[in-house]
Structure formats: structure tokens, C-alpha cells
């Protein structure tokens, strides 16, 4: 007698929003997104009004990215050695306080910079901890949809967080929004406090520290299924971002300058939907075959910029693009099964981290190029990097053989 095996459903996100630590944990992480979207707009704005200078505008907005790679070469071992809540909750107090700093213009601009940039550094190990808690709250395919869920916040407010932020510093000025943003933390610091229940750490024993992070970090790297895994979720997606670092003149070389924000926006939308119709319509089985397609989707439609198209048609290519995201929802449960539990906040914190350090040197390197090419071709280039990327991880992409 032979039995037929049932293939499991996709996950709702009525289940998933039915689990109260998980709201709670994901209103925390929609307060930490609109707080900082708000903050990097408006310390932008502050340094730029102080010196006129473009340069330093944009590295004031960039200052809340750069500590990430070093916090996570450095401190991830805290990750998995302190109770995730009080990682979270530090954090916020912490962000709280530059905040109210940066709001009050007690600081020249240098100082500003250095401060965002020296405060930033646990934002690898607070992002290590969140991540790494999902699937105690979440069981199964569950997790996979809870997954879905925070990319898509994600992306959702890069399409609307800018424009609001925007509005809301020409209503009360920079200060102004980054004491919103001051609010914004405490409220965060405060639901996770009252809320979110006691979680143990995962390792005891020792001291964690610089040495801990770097052989955890080798160890993990060392791991076949484990390396495999992480190569396949950076490279194609940080290729994939060296054309975003020519968007911009890309669209004044067709001649629509302001065009620029739709071309970003249309990624994060198509992010956005990827996340939204690949978690919650496909099944698990059926998003495994479909990784090494989606992922190739990440470079193939930008081919088509070296046809120079009109923004709008540039913005469709753009969405094709950034839905091909959701191929990595097809690997979130294999990763998790991957890494050992007791490392599992470093293991996240590895994966955030690569992933944030490879598509900042990714669009750095995009507008490098671009200085000495079309932005066209750069965005064509950046679209075959990430094809052949994706064709490299093939065989990690495809299906997991079962027995």
C-alpha cells in the first residue's frame, strides 16, 4: 500500500498577525523603520543647510548605513549572548538619545557624524536579535510568511516613508522631525518593554567580544550548506544594486531628471509585490522550484536598459526586477535549518550584514563606473553581473532533494 503525501499549504497572514508576540515584535520593527527613514532624511537636510555641501549631505545620509559592516565584523557574538529584548530595547534608548542630541543643535556637523556613525555600530547586533527571535514565534511555513511580512514593511516604506518624511520636514522642520524620531524609539523601546515576553540567550559562558564574533563568524563560513546559502542571497541582489547607484543619471541622460524617484520607488514596489504574491500564493514546494527563476529575474529586465527606454518603461523593467526578490523566501527555512540554534543571532547578523556591506560597495561601484560609462550600460552591466550570479548559485537555488 503506497501513501500520497500531502504537499502543506502557504501560511495567511491572518495566522502569522494572530500570534501576539509577533505583532508586537513587527510594530516595534514598523516604529524602528519610519524613525529611521525620518532620521537619515532629516540629518541629511540639517548637514546640508549647516554647509552647503552636497558631499557631506550625502554622507550624513549614508552614516546610518557605514556602521553596519564594521558592527558586524565586530559585536555579533552579543547577538546570541544577551536576552534578544534587552538588545532591542538598548538600542532603542540608545537611538532615543542621539535623537534628541541631533534635534537639539548642540553638535557641529563633524560631531553629528561622528556620533550617528559610533552609535550605529550595534545596529547590526539589534537587527541580528530581531531576526534571529522570528522563528521562535513563528513555526513552519508561518515563519516564512513572518519573513515576507518584514520585507515587505521594508520596502513599503522606502515607496512612502521618503515622500512622508518629506512632507513632515517641510511642515516642522528638521529639528522638529527628529524629535518625531526621538518619539518614535521611546514608543518602540516602551512596547517591546511592556509587551514582548522574556527571551533566553542562546549561548552562556565566556565573554563575548571582538574574538568570539570573528571564529563564530569563520566557522559558519566554513560550513558548505551553510556558505552556499549565504553567497546565494548576496550576490545577485548586491549586483543587482550597482545599477540603482546610476538611476539618477540615468534619467537625466533620457532627459526626465525628476523621474528618478519613480525608478526607485517601482524596486521597492516590485519588492513589495514579490513578497506579498510569492509568500502568500505559492505553495512551499512550488517557491523552491521557482528560486532560480526569480532570482534570475533580478538581472535579466535590465538588459533592457541598453535600449536607453523612457522612464516609464524603465520603471517596469525596475518592478520586474525587484520582485525577483522574493526568490529568497524560497531559502529563509532552509537557512534557518542550516545554522546551529546557539548561533543562530550570529548567523542572521552575517546575513544582514553581507547583504548591507555588498550592496553599498555594489551601488558605490555602479556610480564609479558610471563616471566612465552610459548609465545605460552600467545598468545593462549590473543586470548580466547579477544573471550570472544567480546561474552560479543555480544548483543551492534548486530544489531540495527529499527521500
Known amino acids: 500500500m503506497t ?17 501576539g508576540q509577533f505583532r508586537v515584535l513587527f510594530g516595534s520593527y514598523t516604529l524602528f523603520l519610519i524613525g ?61 538619545a542621539v535623537s534628541a542630541v541631533l534635534a537639539a543643535g548642540l553638535l557641529p ?24 527571535l522570528l522563528p ?18 521594508a520596502g513599503g516604506t522606502q515607496v512612502l516613508g521618503f515622500a512622508a ?25 516602551g512596547l517591546l518593554q511592556l509587551r514582548l515576553a522574556h527571551h533566553p540567550r542562546r549561548r552562556t559562558g565566556g565573554s563575548a567580544g571582538i574574538s568570539e564574533t570573528w571564529q563564530v563568524n569563520r566557522a559558519l563560513l566554513r560550513r558548505p550548506a551553510v ?35 519613480l525608478l526607485f520607488a517601482a524596486v521597492a514596489a516590485g519588492m513589495f509585490a514579490g513578497n506579498l504574491i510569492v509568500g502568500r500564493l505559492v505553495r512551499p514546494a512550488d517557491r523552491e ?35 525577483g526578490v522574493a526568490y529568497q523566501l524560497a531559502l529563509a527555512r532552509r537557512f534557518l535549518d542550516a545554522v546551529p540554534e546557539t548561533h543562530r543571532g550570529q548567523a542572521f547578523g552575517l546575513l544582514l550584514t553581507g547583504t548591507m556591506t555588498l550592496q553599498g560597495l555594489a551601488a558605490a561601484a555602479g556610480g564609479a563606473l558610471g563616471e566612465v ?20 548559485s543555480w544548483r543551492t537555488l534548486s530544489p531540495t532533494r527529499r527521500p
Open 136 to 153: 521562535d514565534l513563528l513555526d513552519g511555513d508561518r515563519y516564512v510568511l513572518g519573513r515576507a511580512v518584514f520585507s515587505m514593511a
Open 289 to 323: 522550484r521557482l528560486a532560480g527563476p526569480l532570482a534570475l529575474a533580478l538581472g535579466l529586465p535590465l538588459l533592457g536598459f541598453a535600449l536607453r527606454p523612457t522612464p516609464g518603461y524603465a520603471a517596469i523593467l525596475m518592478t520586474v526586477s525587484g520582485f
Open 3 to 19: 501513501t500520497t503525501s500531502v504537499e502543506p499549504r502557504p501560511a495567511t497572514y491572518r495566522e502569522v498577525f494572530a500570534v
Open 227 to 261: 556558505r552556499a546559502l549565504l553567497l546565494a542571497q548576496w550576490l545577485a541582489p548586491a549586483l543587482m544594486v550597482g545599477a540603482e547607484g546610476v538611476l539618477v543619471p540615468y534619467a537625466a541622460q533620457v532627459g526626465a531628471p525628476d523621474a528618478a524617484g
Open 36 to 96: 529611521e527613514t525620518v532620521r537619515m532624511l532629516a540629518l541629511s537636510v540639517t548637514v546640508y543647510a549647516a554647509t552647503g555641501s552636497p558631499l557631506m549631505s550625502a554622507l550624513a545620509y549614508a552614516a546610518g548605513f557605514l556602521p553596519y559592516a564594521l558592527g558586524g565584523t565586530l559585536l555579533l557574538a552579543f547577538a546570541d549572548r544577551w536576552p534578544p529584548r534587552t538588545v532591542m530595547i538598548g538600542y532603542e534608548v540608545l537611538r532615543t
Open 109 to 132: 556637523v563633524p560631531a553629528m557624524l561622528a556620533l550617528v556613525f559610533v552609535t550605529g555600530l550595534p545596529s547590526a547586533v539589534a537587527s541580528a536579535s530581531r531576526t534571529a
Open 165 to 189: 518624511g518629506g512632507m513632515l520636514i517641510a511642515a516642522v522642520g528638521a529639528p522638529g522631525a527628529l524629535w518625531i524620531t526621538a518619539a518614535t524609539c521611546l514608543a518602540s523601546a
Open 373 to 392: 560609462a552610459a548609465p545605460g550600460l552600467v545598468v545593462t552591466v549590473a543586470g548580466a553581473a547579477s544573471a550570472i550570479a544567480a546561474l552560479m
